[in-house]
């Protein structure tokens, strides 16, 4: 069973400040998906990423995908409360689409 | 589009009583999939249907759960008998094909007294 471990489980910033959000593994995973979910809702997909070493970047939200894609990486720039939920980060294993998630970050920013 | 669709988004019962949980997915998705989410034990996938046919079932608990697709706008996911241990969010997503997208609706918390 491929597990991921989100960290840290808990964040609380203020508002305009930086933070980066860890999900890691021991597998390797064929690609990687993060996902935001704001209370009461389902989660809304932000990004997939698929190639080792692979940066995207929407808006001031910047994700990584480790070069051994054991790994990625969420970076927020200047945190908004808008910013604020749970990320849950969500990979693949080879010749599978189905998903396995971590338990997920919750992020509150603080105005 | 509506998005998926899910009812009820709250329920209550007590142990031993059989639950029902719907979906709508979104038109023309051929993938359905339901998850269970807790705090101990995150986001898990229970069971996906391809064009309605139960394809992995393997993350289904036990014999109390079941789930249905009788056609390509409706599903269901039973619990019978409940337990307090089945509390959680029921969540249900739709996909185009396999590996696109999954969208998903917005949950079903269920509390088993």
């Known amino acids: 069973t491929q597990l991921l471990e989100q960290s840290p489980q808990f964040l609380s910033i203020q508002e305009g400040e930086n933070l980066t959000v860890y999900c890691n593994s021991s597998s390797v995973f064929s690609s990687l998906q993060w996902y935001r979910q704001e209370p009461g809702e389902g989660p809304v997909l932000l990004v997939t990423?698929?190639?080792?070493?692979e940066v995207k970047k929407l808006k001031r939200l910047t994700f990584q995908f480790g070069d051994a894609r054991k790994d990625s990486s969420l970076h927020i720039t200047a945190a908004q409360p808008g910013d604020t939920g749970l990320y849950l980060c969500?990979?693949?294993?080879?010749?599978?689409?189905?998903?396995?998630f971590g338990k997920g970050t919750k992020l509150s920013v603080i105005p | 589009d509506a998005g998926v669709i899910q009812s009820p988004r709250h329920e209550v019962t007590e142990m031993g009583q059989e639950v029902t949980l719907r979906c709508k997915p979104i038109?023309?998705?051929?993938?359905l999939f339901w998850y269970r989410q807790t705090m101990m034990r995150g986001l898990e996938l229970l069971i996906y249907?391809?064009?309605?046919?139960?394809?992995?079932d393997s993350g289904m608990p036990e014999d109390r759960f079941s789930a249905k697709m009788p056609n390509a706008s409706f599903s269901t996911l039973k619990i019978q008998p409940s337990e307090p241990r089945d509390s959680a969010v029921y969540f249900c997503a739709s996909s185009g094909l396999w590996g696109e997208t999954q969208y998903f609706g917005p949950g079903t918390r269920l509390l088993v007294l």
């Open positions: 249907f391809n064009n309605n046919v139960p394809i992995d």
């Open positions: 969500a990979g693949t294993g080879a010749g599978s689409y189905q998903l396995t």
């Open positions: 038109s023309g998705h051929d993938y």
């Open positions: 990423v698929v190639t080792g070493g």
